[in-house]
Structure formats: structure tokens, C-alpha cells
């Protein structure tokens, strides 16, 4: 979450790094840029250049083409049309949202329907041309935390170019041809949401390293891209009926199945609909059943030694679930599970028993992005009954046990053990499902749609002056459909806490970003919460912005009348707005959770 932060004090902020002005464009990082791909590359540009019309389609190939021209470079001194003003008019950035579709091919003969596809379509291209820009200076020197924040944001603007290729297709009047897959609103407005985070996410990296080649040239290529993003997110959810400004998840707009009740019927068993029925077999049957892809083993009794091995090993964009069977032992590895790793399954023999452990921090020149001991951004990733620890300590700051990026990610039965920013739920939907997560400050944070079901939320002993945060989230911008969970859980002290928690105060969670949204519904919370339960961020920021909700928790720290008086917090008693931040509602998204197989309450019903 940042650099420059240290752990919570009485003078010093910290946790994930305050919210930027907005000065630094958008940025992202993938550290895909071999030399093998730059004739490609220049052959794609002359392709996009004849491929660059009003086609939404072509677009798409114009993107990936990362051509080196601007579109429309020269300024068009023309006026808009009625639908251009009328759509720009509902963005946060007007004045851009005008300037870049008049810049656009088809802008000016195209009404408001129109303007959705050609505002993705005109964000994609530029998200394209600045990965390009930005990867002509990969093979510049560059020290070790300037190295790390440029390759988040190369990593974090190929993921966007992904995500905004996926929104174009499902966006554009027959976008889907050749029977390729077409995302719901749902999933547009996720893929969006995530595009944005990603933006995010670089500028903090690229915020704290110094002023010199690289981060001139970073800048120059990412300039408005993050206002772009938020614009194109904007059109898209106007036009599709969102109206989630105030704080209130959207509501699913197609007809769930479900009893009366909130739950699912019987014989689902308790998983959400987005898990397809083999996924739920795997997750629930006992580890003899299962018949593994891949064996991992430290003693030499596997297909691989090591995870990283398998996860090479492992096919690329599988559309079957690829199960890798990891066996007890302690692996010493930073593994990423990269955004073409789709569908994989990684199954431990129990947590404690399964550890994946390492140790960077930002103390040691790593971005928080990057600190990561296991990071995961192929879809449809799901990980059961393992451990996954960040063992670098409280005097070190952010390190990163766990990092989540996928769409339609389940945890299930894991522990996520670490101090400040143990667990990282970066973007798109994701849920967790009686997982013990353990740190001190700001221990899970991010911008992902996720809700944590049956888990039990450590908090640890932290430094000297410090305070505990449960949660940091960081939701920037209004339209996006982000925001943690947090549904019939424990919120509990652990024993080195216990014993000195009248030194300690431990709060909910504070407010990383201006729309902050962070719910705890129908959980226990033990008796080191602070009466006042959230904690500001800095002085007022985002206190009228945020929206924090607690519904009918329980235990000696769930007593509510002591709570903070900010205009964004709120005591819920209606079961109709809780229920839109259950599973059903918040992550249900495309049916892809009752295909994982894990146990999940749709409704507010336990």
C-alpha cells in the first residue's frame, strides 16, 4: 500500500499510503517486454493504423498493436455533438471525456448508446499506446525500488489492456462473434473497476521513488489515463443503471436463485452459483478423491520440487481446472500466478501443514505490489487448505502474505499470517471462506468486490505506537463496484494481544481512499475493538465520502453506541441494504462461485 508508510501512531499516518491527488496519471506494470516481440510489434502498428476506423472489433487488434502515433495528435477544433455533451456531462473529468472522443474516429456521428463502445474503445487504445511508450525504456538502468514500481506498472497496464479488450467485446453490438465469451454488466463493470485499481496502483508505486529518466518518462506516457478509465467507467454505468454514486452496491440485475429466505436452494451445498459443480465436489470431498495434475514435494516423491516448477508446468488460458496437489512441507518461494494461468487449483494437506512462506518487504526495496510471497492474477484461481506467510515482522512494514488479482478467486479453509498488509485483495471478485487471517496494520486491504464468509480476523501484538487496522480499503472512484465484505466472522485478538490490549487500540479499519467501503455483518467482535470502531485516515478525508455499514454484530466489541458520528458510517437495520453486500448480491456476478465448491450463505441467512 505504498512506500513511504510506516505502522500506525499517534503522529504518523500510515498503512496503505495516503490517497493521491490525482497528480500522477494512471498507471500499471506487466514485465512482459522481450525483444522477441518488438518486430511484431512494429508489423501490428502499420495494422492498426489501416484497422483504426469505427470498428470496435478492430479496435481491439489496434490496441494490442501498441501503436507508437497518437490518435487524432493534431487538436480538433470542432465542436461536440449533443451526445457527446450529454454523455461527458456524467463523468467526474468532462472537459477530457469532450476532448478525447472528439480526438476519436466515429465520436461525432455517434449517439449516447454508441459513446459506450467508442469511450472503451478510445480508452483501450491509449492504455496501448502508453505500454508501448512505456516498455521502449525497459532496458534503461535503473535502481532497485525504481526497477520495482516500473515493472508493477508495466504488469498492472498489460493486465488493463486485458481487461479493457474483455469490456470492448461485451460492450460492442456483436463483439462476441465466433462464439467467443461476452461479459454481463457485471463483468464489464468489474473488468472496468479493475482497470482503474490498476492505475492506482502505479501511481503509489511510482509516487515514492525519486524524480529522474524514468519516472519522467512514466508519467509522460501514463498522463490521464486514470481519468480516462473513470470516465469510460462512468458512461458504462450510467448507461447500464448504476446508480451506486452514494456508496450502495449495484444490484444485481438478473434473477437470482434463490430461496425465500436469502440462502440457495437445496443440494448446492452452500456454494455460490459462480462455482461450477465440479470445483464444488473438489472443495468439499476429502483429499484422497482427488486426482491431481501436478504433485509438488520437497522430498523428490512429486512431479516437481518446487511450486514454481508446476506452475510453469502448468497450460496457459486452460479453460479446465488444472489441479496442482501440494504436499506438506515448508516451501521458501515467491510465487506468482500470472493473468494467463487461468483455472488453477492449488490443494494443500491442511493449513499449517502446506506453508508457503517468504519475506520482502518495502524495507528492503520492494513495492508492496511486489512484496507478495504468493500473488495471483489468472481467473478462476482457488486455493484450499494452505498456509501463506510473510515472515518478514512488524519493524519491516508492508509485507505481503497473500496478494489476490484474479476474477472469480476463492480461499478456502487457508491462513493468511503476516503484520502490516497481510493480505492484499487487489481487484475484481473474490471470496473467502473460513480462512484465519492474522497481521496488525491495515492487515487486509485493497480495491477487490470480495466478502469473507466464517473467517476468523487476528489481530497481533503490533510495535511500539502503533495501532491495529482490520481493514484499509481503497475504493477511488464512485462508479466502481469494489469493497470488503466481512459476513458472519470472528474479529479476535490473539494471545499475545489479549495480554496487553489495554495498550493497544485495534479499530475496524480506516478510510485508504475517498470512497472506502467496508461492511461487517452478523459477526463476533471481541472486546479489543475500540468503542469508536473506525479510525480516521487523515483528520477529515473521506469521512463524508466512505461508507462504512455494521448490521447486527455481536459480542463485547460489536456495541455500536460509541461508534464514530461520520457522515459516511452508519448503523444498517435494513435487511434489504445489508443484503447488498451478501454473496448474491455483491460477488455473485456470472454464476461462478457454486463451481468452486466451496460452502457459501447467498443471503444474509447463516
Not at 491527488?21 to 502499420?46: E, G, M, N, V, Y
Not at 524495507?363 to 508492496?368: C, L
Not at 490473539?494 to 493497544?504: G, I, N, Q, R, V
Request: glycine share 10%.
Amino acid at each position: 500500500m505504498g512506500y513511504g508508510r510506516l505502522g500506525c501512531s499517534e503522529s504518523t499516518a500510515t498503512g496503505p499510503e495516503p490517497p493521491l491527488p490525482d497528480q500522477l496519471p494512471a498507471q500499471f506494470q506487466p514485465s512482459r517486454s522481450p525483444k522477441s516481440k518488438r518486430k511484431l510489434l512494429i508489423f501490428l502498428t502499420l495494422v492498426s493504423i489501416v484497422l483504426l476506423s469505427g470498428s470496435a472489433i478492430s479496435a481491439v487488434l489496434l490496441v494490442r498493436s501498441r501503436a507508437r502515433g497518437t490518435v487524432g495528435s493534431e487538436p480538433i477544433l470542432t465542436k461536440p455533438t449533443q451526445a457527446i455533451s450529454r454523455t461527458c456531462s456524467r463523468t467526474r473529468y468532462p472537459s477530457l471525456c469532450v476532448d478525447s472522443l472528439l480526438q476519436f474516429p466515429g465520436a461525432l456521428k455517434a449517439g449516447e448508446r454508441d459513446l459506450v463502445h467508442i469511450s472503451v474503445n478510445m480508452t483501450l487504445h491509449h492504455v496501448g499506446q502508453a505500454l508501448d511508450g512505456a516498455s521502449a525504456i525497459s532496458n534503461v538502468a535503473m535502481m532497485p525500488r525504481i526497477k520495482a514500481a516500473y515493472d508493477d506498472c508495466l504488469e498492472l497496464l498489460d493486465d488493463s489492456v486485458d481487461q479493457l479488450s474483455q469490456s470492448l467485446l461485451s460492450v460492442t453490438p456483436g463483439g462476441g462473434g465466433g462464439g467467443g465469451h461476452v461479459g454481463s454488466p457485471e463483468d464489464v463493470m468489474t473488468w472496468l473497476s479493475a482497470a482503474l485499481t490498476n492505475q492506482d496502483t502505479c501511481a503509489e508505486g511510482l509516487a515514492d521513488v525519486s524524480e529522474g529518466f524514468v519516472k519522467e518518462q512514466m508519467v509522460k506516457q501514463l498522463k490521464d489515463l486514470a481519468e480516462l478509465v473513470s470516465n469510460c467507467l462512468a458512461i458504462f454505468a450510467v448507461a447500464n443503471g448504476n446508480n451506486d454514486f452514494a456508496g450502495i452496491p449495484i444490484q444485481n440485475r438478473r434473477r437470482l436463485l434463490e430461496s425465500d429466505d436469502g440462502g440457495f436452494p437445496a443440494g448446492r451445498g452452500g456454494f455460490p452459483a459462480w462455482v461450477r459443480r465440479r470445483e464444488r465436489r473438489l472443495l468439499q470431498v476429502n483429499l484422497g478423491a482427488i486426482q491431481a495434475d501436478i504433485v509438488v514435494s520437497k522430498d523428490g516423491n512429486g512431479t516437481y520440487k518446487t511450486i514454481e516448477q508446476a506452475i510453469k508446468a502448468a497450460p496457459e488460458k486452460s479453460s479446465r481446472r488444472i489441479i496442482i496437489y501440494v504436499k506438506a512441507g515448508r516451501y521458501e518461494e515467491n510465487i506468482k500466478v500470472g493473468r494467463k494461468k487461468t483455472n488453477l487449483m492449488f490443494i494443500g494437506d491442511g493449513k499449517g501443514k502446506t506453508v508457503i512462506s517468504a519475506g520482502r518487504s518495502v524495507f528492503d526495496n520492494y513495492t508492496t505490489f511486489h512484496t507478495a510471497t504468493f500473488a495471483a492474477t489468472g481467473a478462476g484461481f482457488i486455493a484450499r487448505d494452505i498456509t501463506f506467510e510473510n515472515w518478514a515482522g512488524p519493524a519491516k512494514h508492508q509485507a505481503v502474505a497473500l496478494r489476490v488479482g484474479a476474477d472469480h478467486a476463492v480461499v478456502y479453509r487457508c491462513s493468511v499470517i503476516g503484520y502490516q498488509d497481510t493480505l492484499y485483495v487487489h481487484s475484481q471478485r473474490q471470496f473467502f471462506r473460513e480462512c484465519d487471517v492474522y497481521g496488525t496494520v491495515d492487515f487486509i486491504f485493497g480495491n477487490a468486490a470480495v466478502v469473507f464468509q466464517n473467517c476468523s480476523l487476528y489481530a497481533r501484538k503490533p510495535m511500539l505506537m502503533q495501532k491495529n487496522t482490520i481493514t484499509a480499503q481503497n475504493r477511488k472512484d464512485p462508479n466502481q463496484n469494489t469493497g470488503i465484505s466481512i459476513h458472519n466472522c470472528r474479529v479476535v485478538p490473539t494471545t499475545d494481544l489479549e495480554a496487553s490490549k489495554s495498550s493497544f487500540s485495534t479499530y475496524l479499519g480506516r478510510p485508504w481512499k475517498l470512497y472506502s467501503r467496508t461492511v461487517y455483518m452478523m459477526s463476533y467482535m471481541g472486546d479489543h475493538i475500540n468503542p469508536a470502531g473506525w479510525l480516521e485516515w487523515n483528520a477529515t478525508f473521506a469521512l463524508d465520502t466512505l461508507y462504512y455499514g455494521e448490521y447486527m454484530n455481536y459480542g463485547p466489541g460489536g456495541a455500536v453506541g460509541q461508534r464514530v458520528k461520520w457522515p459516511g458510517y452508519r448503523v444498517i437495520t435494513s435487511p434489504v441494504e445489508a443484503g447488498k453486500f451478501t454473496v448474491a448480491q455483491f460477488i455473485y456476478g456470472s454464476s461462478w462461485l457454486p463451481s468452486t465448491g466451496v460452502a457459501f450463505v447467498a443471503g444474509l441467512s447463516v
